[in-house]
């Protein structure tokens, strides 16, 4: 009887502690640093500078390739912008239709660890944060690929943040070259006319740059290695913009309405030059 009563209390010793158990388990496992997710749709979001998570074992980078003058070296976040790619995907499938999602891939982890908007030999110091910058371009390609593969095209948005100007959203395209698909496809007024990304943003109250939309865009939001490497003049077949969003944009209190403008103009563009309509208007549409 003891010996019952003895078993018994392990028993339930056991039961009270496995939760704790699994609990402490998964405290010690580390953190994803690159947030994939498959998608449906021809459209790409990346966001590769927003992330606060430390990569462990891996000091601050000190920039000593750059020092050398091989390019911009910066460790700073742009904050806000992991949190706008996830709300865009939200707003992208609110306004498309339940399922229908774009392709995400954003790097969780702090840029003083690693730029995954720069080549490899300037992205990281430490071998440690190698498989992290890996991880989040090997996701990209992938993508890319697939969305090639299914739809022939595509459109990769690469979200960043800038302190120039908080009212402003500049594109950056390396003036062109990494929409070339669009323009071949489209004529060049699908890059700089009215119904341009651009020219769908402005319409809906945002203030861009270049705008003339076919002036020259701003020398420090070209466009980077990002959108060079998978933008249409790579023979990926898909284009590639990057827009850097100025504070306004990407404060969590102006956050949804960001998102929810530009997914209906995503939404615009798609149907435009995508051959992806969305299923279902917008609010706006619908009590028209
Ligand atoms: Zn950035």
Redesign the pocket.
Known sequence: MCRFIGLAAKLILLACCCPLISTMAYAEEPPPLVYKQAGTLPIILSA???GKLEVTGVPARAGEEQAKGAGKF?LT??TG?EELAHALSVAIEKRWGKGKKPYVVISRAH?KYLDP?RPAQMAYEDPDAKPVYDDYHNALAGYCKVVQKQFRQGLLL?????GTAANTVYRGTQNGKTVTLLRERYGETAHVGGTSLLGLLKTRGWTVFPDPFGGPEHTGYLG?YIVQTYGGNRGLGIDAV?L?FGQEYRTAESREKTVTILADALADYSTRYLDSPPARKSADEAAR
């Open positions: 590769p500078h927003g910066v976040r742009d912008t840029r908007n690469d979200l960043h943040g800038q980077g990057q850097e």
